[in-house]
């Protein structure tokens, strides 16, 4: 109903002559490019049956385009056989083998053109069902204007072939037989090019048909020219199909299928399925562009999936939404689903009635729409892209351009693909996979480190090298990566660790596990640790795969960064007590070097100490074990607690390590000062002890011991 109510108000709206007479021209050229498909694809020993062959390919184009005009996103959306489709349909019939009969080679090619329709039609809705449009939704800006200027190209060309103007005519073109041709389809074509860039009304194309049209009859009727003589020079359509050939053969015809030379055209079939699939998507992709209309892919594979297959259960071929025709209701307001609706009674009176109705078009009329279409999309995509498109990506777009007018479509789409694919690797290569690089000097673990310990990392954390990656690991981007981490210990830097962190890395290559193999082999060389976190499982099986069993054991991962950290820094730490301890008076350095620190902490803890003797009568102790929970997420707090004895850590949601609590610490302080849930986790590393401040204590303190609970504040607030 909401349908039918859509067709009504289009009706009454402002659009329907626009819609009117754009369907009207898009229905003249299409049946006339369907009827020329036709031509191609029964031709040769199909011949005999060029009538019921061309009425099969004009019923898809008209099935396709009607049904998509009712159930696309884009609501000016007109559909016919794509170009590529069309060229997979002709060597289709051109393999299929020698029969017996001519009807049994029209039979079994009429067969492998139906099943084709249907089997793309279930593949689309397939695609549209699971929603995998997204696959191949993302089609580079160069690859999309290259396909819509090559496709101006075209269109301006085959304008030119249809009023006879060739390469091959060139040296006749200023004739009086052929510039009468010609040249009125190329002036209606650039004029009307140039009156709608200067005046942006819907009135102007059907105002202009209907002026030329009578202009032509006009002067037929003035000089005597009948319509068959007009038609024998070129001045009017001269159709080949007649009427009521639809359906193309009857049931019983099936009788004559050979069977297995319709299985043998299986991988023609997939053929013209996957060209289907990308002529769909350079279409929407091309259209989206020009238009700046986000369409929804998934809803747009739906509706030319239910039209091929609706198609091709009618005996016709497959169909999809054309940009070429589509642009049309976009240039002329005509985005209406009546347009589409016109553009099919006019290609379904050709079912009906033959091509006769056809006969009465000027040919330059029709060749001057499509030259004039042609120039439009040239000027948006070559002339005026120049201005907003980089070099590069304007290079490419010409390229395209120029090998699809060339070599064809596909040809270009797929030059325009893997150029495109090398300079994005190229450039990808050159953002560098190093988000950040420290040492343990500057970036130290969450675990709580006494004071002496510190220091020394202070002086050693030079010997530890971290490096934070983030991207894509690929063969281009995978080779500066491995250069820059060698670059670690080379000269007088000292590095004994290298971290590597793999949190922010979003995939690899093959490549990428070879670079990483030999990096491993060079570090061990030069006697430097790699330390590997937050690796992918994938990643991890390729190293161990590809590398010696001692080397892999060499290695060490971790889950993050963190714990990494903390192993190099144990490690040091270790080494630097190690070396020495041979020494004599190391100690007394060491303690001269942290006495600062020392006292300050030695008084904090005298503080922290009194403090909770002072407290005593009132806290509650608390113990835990290794690995308990002391806080959990979301948790409300019952008081405050205060960390007397052992370590604990404080972890996020995501289990990230935030930071480590050690003697003289408040665990969620916030809870001091009322009803609190906690945002962070803290889990006990070794057995701990705390002491509870309970919220009824605290308020009697508050309003008893003011001097004592303002103690407490002051040392939450100083700490």
């Given amino acids: 109903m909401n349908l039918i109510a859509e067709l009504r108000a289009d009706l009454l709206s402002t659009k329907r002559l626009s819609a009117l007479s754009v369907g009207l021209v898009v229905g003249i050229i299409g049946s006339a490019y369907l009827i020329s498909v036709g031509a191609l694809v029964f031709s040769g020993p ?8 061309t009425i099969m390919v004009v019923f898809g184009g008209f099935a396709v385009c009607l049904v998509i005009a009712l159930t696309s996103g884009y609501r000016g959306a007109l559909s016919m056989v794509a170009v590529p489709s069309a060229m997979v349909l002709v060597a289709i019939a051109a393999t299929i083998g020698e029969q017996d009969t001519a009807l049994a080679h029209f039979m079994t090619a009429a067969t492998v053109v139906i099943a084709g329709s249907v089997a793309t039609g279930i593949c689309f809705l397939l695609v549209g069902h699971f929603r995998l449009a997204k696959l191949i939704q993302f089609i580079p800006y160069s690859v999309a204007g290259g396909f819509i200027a090559g496709t101006g190209v075209m269109l301006c060309t085959a304008a030119l072939s249809l009023m006879g103007a060739t390469l091959e005519t060139l040296p006749t073109l200023l004739e009086p037989a052929s510039l009468w041709r010609w040249a009125p389809g190329v002036v209606y074509g650039l004029g009307l090019f140039l009156v709608t860039k200067r005046w942006k009304s819907h009135f102007i194309l059907p105002a202009s048909l209907l002026l030329v049209a009578g202009l032509y009859h006009l002067v037929f009727a003035v000089i005597g020219l009948s319509g068959d003589e007009a038609r024998a020079a070129g001045l009017l359509f001269a159709g080949t199909a007649t009427g009521g050939l639809w359906p193309p053969f009857e049931l019983r015809d099936l009788a004559h299928v050979d069977w297995a030379e319709v299985a043998a055209q299986v991988p023609n079939v997939l053929t013209l399925i996957v060209v289907t699939l990308i002529a769909v998507a350079m279409h929407l992709s091309g259209l989206e562009l020009a238009t700046n209309v986000e ?70 009329l029709i060749a001057g729409s499509l030259f004039f279409l042609g120039l439009d ?32 479509f596909l040809e270009g789409v797929g030059v325009g693909m893997v150029i495109t694919m090398v300079f994005f690797a190229v450039r990808l290569s050159r953002v560098g996979l190093i988000e950040a690089s420290f040492t343990a000097r500057e970036h130290h673990s969450k675990r709580s480190r006494p ?182 997420i979301g948790e409300q707090q019952n008081g405050l607690q205060l960390l007397v004895r052992g370590q604990a850590s404080a972890y996020d949601a995501k289990g990230t390590r935030l930071f480590q609590c050690g003697p003289g610490d408040a ?23 705390t002491m509870l401040l309970s919220p009824p204590a605290r308020l009697w303190l508050e309003e008893h011991e003011e001097q004592l609970i303002l103690k407490l504040y002051r040392y939450l607030f100083t700490v």
């Fill in 377 to 408: 999309l040239l000027d948006e995509w070559i002339m005026k892209s120049r201005k907003r498109s980089p070099w590069a990506e304007y290079a490419i777009l010409l390229l395209i351009a120029v090998t699809i007018v060339s070599f064809g």
């Fill in 451 to 632: 004071i002496p310990d510190r220091a020394i990392l202070r002086t050693e954390g030079e010997r530890i090298q971290g490096f934070r990656l983030r991207g894509y690991m690929f063969f281009g981007s995978v080779g500066p990566l491995i250069d820059r981490l060698r670059q670690s210990w080379s000269g007088d830097r000292r590095r004994d660790y290298i971290l590597l962190d793999f949190g922010g890395v979003s995939g690899f290559d093959f490549s990428s596990i070879s670079g990483l193999c030999r990096f491993v082999h060079a570090a061990r060389s030069a006697g430097v640790q790699v330390v590997f976190c937050a690796l992918a499982k994938e990643l991890r099986n390729g190293l161990a795969r590809n590398l010696p069993a001692p080397v892999y054991d060499d290695l060490r991962f971790e889950p993050d960064a963190d714990h990494a950290l903390e192993h190099c820094e144990d490690e040091v730490l270790a080494a630097w007590r190690s070396d020495r301890s041979k020494e004599d008076g190391w100690g007394n350095a060491l303690l001269e070097r942290v006495a600062g620190d020392m006292e300050r902490h030695l008084d904090r803890q005298v503080l922290f100490e009194a403090m909770v003797d002072e407290l005593h009568d009132w806290l509650e102790p608390r113990d835990y074990d290794a690995g308990d929970a002391i806080v959990l």
């Fill in 295 to 364: 369409l929804d892919w998934n809803r747009e594979f739906r509706a030319a999936g239910g039209a091929s297959a609706i198609a091709g259960l009618g005996a016709g071929s497959v169909g999809s939404l054309l940009f070429t025709f589509s642009i049309l209701s976009h240039r002329f307001g005509a985005d209406t689903r009546l347009t589409g609706v016109v553009t099919a009674m006019v290609v379904g009176s050709v079912v009906l009635l033959g091509d006769s109705i056809l006969n009465l078009v000027p040919l330059p």
């Fill in 667 to 689: 665990i969620e302080p916030r809870s001091a000062f009322g009803a609190y849930a906690a945002e962070t986790a803290m889990v006990a590393d070794q057995p701990c002890r």
């Fill in 46 to 53: 199909l011949a005999p049956f060029l009538s019921q062959g």
